[in-house]
């Protein structure tokens, strides 16, 4: 496996040639590397004018490893072969550097750059990547890989503080300012030796071209690139290593992701609950955007409306923060009738409260990071649990807690600073019991319990609470707002054929997706067929505007995002390039679907490959828009829907409408006109070309 590693942009608050003369010192040995045993110039040349200036050097790296490794190895000491490319002009310096020894078996690249700063010319920034692919080493890849990783990383922060060291050393010595460079008027015999000098490449002394500019590696533009100072500052201190995860993840979404990006404390967060684990990361991170998506989380705070009940009567809110910044939820779960809420206000909605608490904890953390400048990701929950008794052991209600619980996890990991428990009664370790295998370790390790009146003394609240924020209910002086709870009296209960609606609607949501269909960006959902005899099986209502479906055959497997698997909302069917017949083909003739309809279908499939179901707005005959950006832009209407959709093996389709769950034309009772045309569905079996 390769591994990488991508630095944030470091800035040196010193002019690029200052940096530049300090740079220089660390040649031809460095005593403040003592890995560094010293290097020798192998080639060197200049452009005519003096503006480019091209080193190749070898360089002597002393092997750090354990002494029966190096005896296997046969070597003390490993040369890498470095080639740096100065433009004084555009003053820019590339490095570009790879191992010489072992080349064979292990494979280390470095890319390295200083550049002016974007908004500051005085100020000089630098950034690093590399990448090491051990092929084989005598058994002994893994241990390898982790050495020269550790250090690898070992050495990052090393080499900022020795570019600091050589230029405070140039300032005390008087070299405060380097005049840069000027052109200067080049006599005929020295270009001309000079490019018999270069004969063997003019890109040797041309800093800009890009078939040997190290640069291309580098990922990002100015304004998409962390700075080291902003990674300390907003995020917190990370290790080289940790940093690297967190560009490396950032760009990826930025490259693959067609949504909103998250914010970096956000990334980070998925970071950290995979031990920086990027793989693992990655995958956890992209089944919660597309939840976020599916279930329009990031409306939330905007759309969430409490009922006037669940205000009433849920004894949760927010109360200042605790002793590092961190803003403090209190929530009174003892005085709390989970059971009455539950059958008051349904299990949705107490889960869309708790998302909305989730989110606005976050948002607060925002506010504390400027409020306090410092960072703050996570917030601090104190659980007040007098009252619990066994009516909060009733099994629904566990039931939900444990949902919630997932998807919290889930969804919104390390947001959690730390859970204060106080007052748990005796009735707390069954509760535990069943709730504990369900939250994640390195959860459980930031939760305190105490029990009776532990919470006053040495070790309790006024470790992790100022004395004029702990509440009044736990002897404090601070006037608490959050809600008391008590009993939600039985005439407020849901109704049991309310309770079914809502039970009802809550299987829909787990079932169907919704999509919004632009004017010229349609929503695709690809489905890849293994065995030529498949059923494709589809239900969708329109909920807004009129829609034309249709179904698609390729061969090719459109690139997809990180979304919900299989779907491409926003994109193309015929990426650049491609044509109809040849490359994609219509398998079923267009349908046009009007607003409150609802639609269900088949299609029996022959050939393997790749079937795109598509939904575009449909439009009047010369009225198309094509261009997606324009789309996004513009103000024009879209389309809603909610679809599913089904792939049967053809021995077990008994009929397009019997195999689908919808076959009763659920989607009928979210709007009247789908009342009268809940029948008008549409069944085909052609066969794919």
Known sequence: MVQKYQSPVRIYKYPFELVMAAYEKRFPTCPQIPVFLGSEVLRESRSPDGAVHVVERSCRLRVEAPRLLRKIAGVEHVVFLQRNVLNWKERTLHIEAHNETFASRVVVKENCSYTVHPENEEWTCFEQSASLDIRSFFGFESALEKIAMKQYTANVNRGKEVIEHYLNELISQGTSHIPRWTPTLVRDDDAHSQAVLGDSGSSEVDGSSSAQDPTSEMVGTDGDKLDADYIERCLGRLTPMQESCLIQLRHWLQETHKGKIPKDEHILRFLRARDFHLDKAREMLCQSLSWREQHQVDLLLQTWRPPALLEEFYAGGWHYQDIDGRPLYILRLGHMDTKGLMKAVGEEALLQHVLSVSEEGQKRCEGNTKQFGRPISSWTCLVDLEGLNMRHLWRPGVKALLRMIEVVEANYPETLGRLLIVRAPRVFPVLWTLISPFINENTRQ????????????????????????????????????????????????????????????????????????????????????????????????????????????????????????????????????????????????????????????????????????????????????????????????????????????????????????????????????????????????????
């Open 446 to 689: 930031k939760f305190l319990i105490y029990s009776g009146s532990h919470y006053q003394g040495p070790g309790g609240l006024t470790d992790y609470l100022e004395k004029d924020v702990i509440p009044d209910f736990l002897g404090g002086e601070c006037v608490c707002n959050v809600p008391e709870g008590g009993l939600v009296p039985k005439s407020l209960y849901l109704t049991d054929e309310e309770q079914e609606y809502a039970d009802q609607m809550h299987q829909w949501r787990e079932t169907y997706q919704s999509a919004s269909v632009l004017r010229g960006a349609p929503h695709e959902v690809t489905v890849e067929i293994l065995e030529g005899e498949s059923v494709i099986t589809w239900d969708f209502d329109i909920l807004r505007g009129d829609v034309v479906f249709s179904l698609y055959h390729t061969k090719q497997m459109p690139k997809l995002g990180p979304r919900e698997p299989g779907a491409r909302p926003g994109g193309q069917l015929t990426d650049k390039g491609w044509a109809p017949v040849t490359d994609y083909s219509r398998v079923e003739a267009p349908l046009v679907c009007r607003e409150g309809e609802s639609i269900q279908g088949s299609h029996v499939t022959r050939w393997p490959g790749t079937y795109v179901l598509q939904w575009q707005m449909h439009s009047p005959p010369g009225n198309v828009v094509e261009d997606v950006l324009t789309a996004l832009h513009s103000p024009g209407p879209r389309c809603k829907l909610l679809y599913y959709y089904e792939v049967l093996a053809s021995e077990d389709f008994r009929g397009s409408m019997s195999s689908l769950e919808s076959c009763t034309s659920g989607f009928s009772q979210l709007s009247a006109a789908t009342a009268s045309s809940s029948g008008q569905s549409h069944s085909s079996s052609l066969v794919s070309r």
